[in-house]
């Protein structure tokens, strides 16, 4: 199994990004859960969106509900995270990972596959 994001950079205050993770080596990738999660220096590593069922479920954690949205590919294994109305809190090297099966879908240690990140840098 290989995850690979890529999308991040530096952005302004109240800027926009696309992230996206493609995913290879994941038998009957649809049923998969698949989430973002970021880590920002001095803090834990914290789920920001998942999506299952799928496609058909998705959670947000509070903080970013209404200015992130995650979406999947199914036909192109590729996972996306669209990041809008960016703030310097959101500044973080964010993963994306996968599971057969997670009975909470923002949980970090439900995941099982990794991928390396992708630093989203936002400046006031």
């Known amino acids: 199994v290989q995850l690979v994001e890529s999308g991040g950079g530096s952005v302004q205050a109240g800027g926009s990004l696309r992230l996206s993770c493609s995913a290879s080596g994941l038998t009957y990738s649809t049923y998969y859960y698949m989430g973002w999660f970021r880590h920002a220096s001095g803090k834990s590593r914290e789920g920001v969106a998942a999506?299952?069922?799928?496609?058909?479920?998705?959670d947000y954690v509070d903080s970013v509900e209404g200015r992130f949205t995650i979406s999947r590919d199914n036909a192109k294994n590729i996972l996306y995270l669209q990041v809008n109305s960016l703030k310097p809190e959101d500044t973080a090297m964010y993963y994306c990972?996968?599971?057969?099966?997670?009975?909470?879908?923002?949980?970090?240690?439900?995941?099982?596959?990794w991928g390396q990140g992708t630093q989203v840098t936002v400046s006031s």
């Open positions: 999506i299952y069922g799928g496609g058909t479920s998705t």
């Open positions: 990972a996968a599971t057969g099966y997670s009975s909470s879908p923002l949980r970090p240690y439900t995941y099982n596959y």
